[in-house]
């Protein structure tokens, strides 16, 4: 299977936005954003000029690589969303959201979205009580994601655990630190997604 194997900080500084793709180490001064706050390359420090394409697809690359998905997840998951009756783009964010390995990162069983999909595609992670190991699993309303109990010691997780409370933990879900569990109470909805994205730029990109 494809996958990218650089330096994830560089794609930040492509970005010039903290993706949060290395968990804790993006909160301190080793952040390659707050060294080099320049896109990477000989030419990073340029002036390049945008089309109206470029800054469409730049706004594509950045969500694709806020949660990790291929070009051709990404589409699949844009073609749900058109079907899908409501604003294409807010339905593309949520969808988005509800992927597993997001949810397992925003209820702070991991400090990254990388280190949630391992932590999915290795069976630590359960819905209902059932192990499922496919990241992009789509969780519903109802749903309680839990880590299983002979995997809540683990080092990764209990030090995502301590770093989630800095992070926060959203209104769409309640969690039991304790029980290393988190209980899904509504859809996440366009409001509950903080990350600089115009998704409108994305649709006008597909429509072409």
């Known amino acids: 299977m ?13 970005e010039n936005l903290k993706l949060f793709l290395k968990g804790e180490r993006c909160y301190t001064d080793k952040c390659a954003i707050e060294r080099r706050n320049y896109p990477p390359g000989q030419h990073g420090q340029g002036r390049p000029k945008f089309s109206e394409y470029s800054i469409q697809l730049r706004e594509k690359q950045k969500v694709k690589r806020i949660y990790g998905l291929l070009e051709k997840q990404f589409r699949r998951t844009f073609t749900e969303a058109a079907r899908t009756k409501g604003i294409t783009g807010e339905t593309l964010l949520t969808l988005l959201e509800r992927r597993l390995d997001n949810v397992a990162y925003r209820l702070g069983f991991a400090s990254s979205r990388p280190e949630a999909r391992t932590l999915v595609r290795h069976g630590h992670v359960l819905i209902n009580g059932r192990k499922v190991n496919i990241p992009s699993y789509t969780v519903r309303m109802g749903d309680l994601v839990s880590i299983k109990e002979s995997s809540r010691q683990l080092g990764r997780v209990q030090a995502a655990m301590e770093g989630a409370q800095r992070r926060g933990i959203p209104d769409w879900a309640e969690v039991d630190r304790e029980a290393v569990s988190g209980r899904i109470r509504l859809l996440p909805s366009r409001s509950d997604i903080t990350m600089p994205i115009n998704e409108k730029l994305i649709v006008e990109l597909y429509s072409k």
Not at 2 to 14: I, P
């Open 2 to 14: 494809a996958r990218y194997t650089e330096s994830v900080c560089r794609l930040c500084r492509r």
